[in-house]
């Protein structure tokens, strides 16, 4: 499986962008790029998937390099309820089977 | 959107017994559900793939007598830990295929004394 690098944290402001980064240099051409979070004792969540064009939707913004060998994930606005852990996950098809890595731990400051 | 019901939430059971855990969607099909397991501080590690009406495929390492799945419908699937011991203590979570993504269940909290 390909494998995905990501910082093991970061931290930020309330209320300020957020910028979470993953590399996946061994991607392939079938590969889509998953982002799910997980709250404390809770199952993950969705966040948002791309293959290879820029993605936006209501949580936040995926933007992916032009050789798909990075992506960011783009967090507008961090609330208080967006610290989690974000894992970057590489998957053959939109809803396949994911093979989750360590993820990174993000903090927000009030 | 859509939901995964997982039940129970946690459950703490005696060294030797075995304990049933529940993954139901509530809105949609699932053909396909996944079971996880994740320990304190760590990531979540794959178990199993649950597909509807035929065996259960484990990932390596994943005893299938130990950890039986059933998925008997196509909004349930189970899975028993059985002769559960200390070791087996640790938080499972299950998922469900959807259209675009994966829906997860909120996890068991599974105890042996």
């Not at chain 1, 209320?15 to 240099?25: D, F, K, M, Q, T």
């Not at chain 1, 982002?35 to 969540?45: I, K, N, T, V």
């Not at chain 1, 609330?79 to 396949?96: E, H, K, M, Q």
Request: with cysteine; aromatic share 8%; glycine share 6%.
């Amino acid at each position: 499986d390909a494998k995905t690098t990501q910082p093991n944290s970061m931290e930020s402001n309330e209320e300020e962008p957020v910028h979470l980064p993953c590399n996946h240099s061994t991607i392939s051409g079938t590969d889509y790029i998953h982002w799910y979070r997980q709250l404390p004792s809770q199952g993950p969540e969705y966040v948002i998937h791309g293959l290879t064009s820029n993605v936006n939707n209501r949580m936040a913004s995926l933007a992916i390099a032009e050789d798909r060998k990075s992506s960011t994930l783009i967090l507008h606005r961090a609330t208080l309820r967006d610290a989690a852990v974000y894992y970057c996950i590489l998957g053959t098809g939109a809803n396949s089977k994911l093979t989750f890595g360590k993820g990174i731990t993000l903090s927000v400051r009030p | 959107g859509a939901v995964v019901s997982q039940h129970p939430s946690w459950v703490i059971c005696k060294s030797g017994t075995s304990v049933k855990i529940e993954c139901r969607s509530l809105d949609f099909q699932a053909t396909t559900m996944f079971w996880y397991r994740q320990f304190p501080k760590q990531s979540l590690m794959l178990m199993a793939t649950s597909n509807e009406g035929s065996k259960a495929t484990y990932e390596q390492g994943v005893e299938k007598d130990k950890f039986l799945i059933n998925h008997a419908s196509l909004t349930l699937s189970t899975l028993t830990v059985t002769s559960a011991h200390p070791e087996d203590s640790s938080f499972y979570i299950c998922s469900a295929r959807g259209l675009e993504k994966l829906f997860f269940g909120s996890g068991t909290q599974l105890s042996v004394l």
